[in-house]
C-alpha cells in the first residue's frame, strides 16, 4: 500500500460512530451549523458508505483540531485527506486509466463535493475549513483505497515505460492492461530473484565415509 495513505493521522474520534448523547454544539470556530444542511452532508455520507453525524459531532471535532494562536494552515489529518483527494481527483481526470466501475460513482461524488462552494463548512473557515471534504474522503475510503493505490503504481510503472523509450509520460499510451501485463512479469521477476536468493548452485556436501 502507498505510503499516501497510511493512517498516521486519524480524524477524532467522535466522528467514527453514531453519536448517541444530547445534541448541544452547533458551532465550529465561530461559525453555526445549519440543521438543514448537516441533513445534507448526511445524505451524502449514507450514499457512499457511511453513518450520520449530529451537529454535537462535528463541533466537538473543529473544536478539538483548532488550535488556539494558530490561524494558518489545517490540522495534518485534514492535509493527509486532502492529499487522498487530490489522488481522487488525478484519477478521474486521466484519460488512459481505466477505473473499476464500482469506483468511479464514489470517486466522482467525492470530487464534487471537495470542488463545490455549497458545502457544510466553508473552506475559508481557519483551520477547519475543510474538515467535511476530509470526513467525507474518510467515509468513502474503504471503497477507494485499493483503486487509488492500483493507480498510483500504474502512473510509477506509465512513467518508467515512457522514459526507457525517450517519450513524455502524458503522451505515451498505456493502458491499464499493459499495466497488469508489466506488474505480472513483475511479479515472475521478484519470484525468480526471492528463489536464486534461497537457492545455491554449488553441489551439496558430499557424505562423510567412515571406515570401520
Request: glycine fraction near 4%.
Amino acid at each position: 500500500m502507498n505510503a499516501l495513505f497510511s493512517i498516521a493521522n486519524p480524524l477524532p474520534k467522535i466522528l467514527l460512530t453514531p453519536f448517541a448523547g444530547p445534541t448541544r454544539r452547533r458551532c465550529i470556530n465561530g461559525f453555526q451549523l445549519d440543521s438543514s444542511e448537516v441533513d445534507r452532508f448526511n445524505t451524502l455520507l449514507a450514499r457512499i458508505g457511511g453513518h450520520a453525524l449530529e451537529t454535537d459531532q462535528l463541533a466537538s471535532a473543529g473544536r478539538e483540531l483548532s488550535r488556539p494562536g494558530r490561524m494558518d494552515s489545517a490540522p495534518p489529518c485534514i492535509r493527509q485527506r486532502l492529499r487522498w483527494i487530490a489522488a481522487v481527483e488525478q484519477l478521474l481526470a486521466d484519460r488512459q486509466w481505466q477505473p473499476a466501475n464500482d469506483a468511479v460513482e464514489t470517486a466522482s461524488a467525492i470530487v464534487d463535493y471537495a470542488r463545490s462552494r455549497d458545502d457544510l463548512i466553508p473552506d475559508w473557515l481557519p483551520q477547519v475549513g475543510r474538515l467535511d471534504d476530509a470526513i467525507v474522503v474518510e467515509t468513502a475510503w474503504p471503497k477507494l483505497a485499493s483503486e487509488v493505490d492500483d493507480y498510483l503504481d500504474y502512473v510509477r510503472v506509465r512513467s518508467r515505460q515512457a522514459h526507457q523509450r525517450d517519450r513524455s509520460p502524458s503522451g505515451y499510451a498505456f493502458s491499464r492492461a499493459d499495466w497488469e501485463e508489466v506488474r505480472y512479469e513483475e511479479a515472475v521477476l521478484a519470484q525468480y530473484q526471492k528463489h536464486i536468493r534461497e537457492s545455491s548452485f554449488l553441489p551439496e556436501t558430499a557424505a562423510i565415509f567412515r571406515v570401520h
